[in-house]
């Protein structure tokens, strides 16, 4: 039965992937001694730094909240190694930039980091156009 | 398959060649006779694909899980106790080790010269040497990746790897189990239709009560791939560090 949901989530995840919705991640830690699988916290920012380097790229987001006061977020993606497989490259997203993104919020008290994010454009488009298409072109 | 056929003839042609230059291989024992004109010698070389096209990612349970547990003995334990995870070296860019490299989701590359087979990893940029000719390690040959012999029997290679240094996080960081200068790893690899295979054995009676072994496969890089370099960075190895809630803050 495990099997089976496990069979079920690999194939939603590989779509939503290949849809260019889904960042890719590459294991290097785990995520859940960081992040907390079971809050989920989405947001909108706007890119203030795109760091993309191994082992992990990061990216640096301007968040308003609801009072009008701007914070910095700090969203882990997967390996720049993994990433560029899949059409990321660092200008694929650059200062100014808005997305919309949700994902496991970072568990140390009062920290502000996501994981393992479902992310879009402002517009929900795809932050990487035909990146799924590459990634089949290589396999 | 033409291809590969040649490759094959270019290998032993190579190793046939090489006796009569001085290296006289067959004069060894097994252990360090790897290339004997006897020896089935497998075509190992290309770049290999360990993503998760190939087999489930590394994680608490993979690939050491219930059935393949090391049975710790009281120091490794004790080292759990203590241990938490943003004390693994790897969040300052310390490269993996066996027996961890090899199961990393990256692409890896095998090269097979006559006295050596060479095995580049793309993750952290690694490059570990198999030595086939019979040479010793001495005391200066401690090492992050150990010092490393083979040989090759029944279209197989066989490796055994000793004189690692002490690390932390050495056996496994997922479930912070060290290893010890007495660690050895052993590894047997050979090829199953486009397949690579490998089972990997760690002895280490530091802190194990006896060996454990996992077996895994890599399936061939697609046409064109070549390794990308890994550079690791400091600042980014260490960026989620403070997302951690520490248990001795």
């Known amino acids: 039965m495990n099997s089976y949901r496990n069979f079920l989530v690999a194939i939603f995840v590989a779509g939503m992937v290949l849809l260019g919705y889904v960042v890719p991640g590459m294991a290097h830690h785990a995520s859940t001694p960081f992040y907390d699988p079971e809050t ?27 009072n009008g006061q701007v914070s910095e977020w700090q969203v882990e993606l997967g390996a720049p190694v993994g990433l560029r497989r ?20 970072s568990r140390a008290e009062g920290s502000q980091g996501v994981c393992c994010v479902r992310m879009t454009r402002e517009d929900d488009s795809p932050i990487v156009e035909g990146g799924g298409v590459r990634e089949r072109e290589q396999n | 398959m033409k291809l590969k056929t040649l490759k094959q003839m270019v290998i032993r042609f190579l190793v046939i060649g090489s006796i009569p230059l001085g290296m006289q291989l067959v004069a060894m024992g097994p252990e360090s006779s790897a290339q004997g004109v006897d020896s089935h010698i497998p075509d190992l070389a290309g770049i290999w694909d360990g993503t998760p096209r190939s087999r489930p990612v590394n994680g608490e ?18 080292y759990q106790e203590v241990w938490e995870e943003i004390m693994a070296p790897k969040y300052d860019c310390q490269p993996a080790s066996s027996p961890a490299i090899q199961y990393d989701p990256y692409h890896m590359q095998v090269t097979q010269w006559p006295d050596r087979v060479l095995l580049r990893y793309e993750k ?11 040479r010793e390690p001495t005391s200066l040959d401690f090492s992050l990746q150990g010092f ?36 050895v790893v052993t590894e047997r690899y050979w090829s199953e239709g486009e397949e690579l295979n490998m089972t990997l054995t760690v ?14 496969r890599w399936l061939p890089a697609g046409e ?10 400091p600042e980014a190895s260490r960026a989620s560090v403070r997302f951690y809630p520490s248990k001795y803050d």
């Open chain 2, 224 to 233: 064109d791939y070549k390794l990308a370099a890994y550079g690791c960075d």
């Open chain 2, 203 to 216: 002895e280490d009676p530091m802190f194990f009560n006896g060996p454990v072994s996992y077996t895994t």
């Open chain 2, 124 to 134: 952290d940029d690694q490059l570990r040497t198999i030595w086939l000719d019979g």
């Open chain 2, 61 to 78: 349970r993979v690939p050491w899980g219930e059935e393949n547990f090391p049975d710790l003995n009281a120091r490794a334990k004790a």
């Open chain 1, 40 to 66: 989920v916290v989405e947001l909108q920012g706007s890119v203030t730094r795109f760091v993309f380097r191994n082992p992990h790229a990061f990216l640096f987001l301007d968040v308003e909240d609801e």
């Open chain 1, 86 to 105: 899949v059409g990321w490259t660092p200008d694929s997203l650059t200062v100014g930039t808005v997305v919309k993104l949700s994902g496991r919020k």
């Open chain 2, 148 to 183: 490393s012999r083979g040989y090759y029997e029944d279209g197989s290679l066989y490796v055994t790897t000793t004189h690692f240094v002490f690390d932390i996080a050495g056996f496994d960081d997922y479930n912070g189990i060290p290893s010890s200068s007495q660690k």
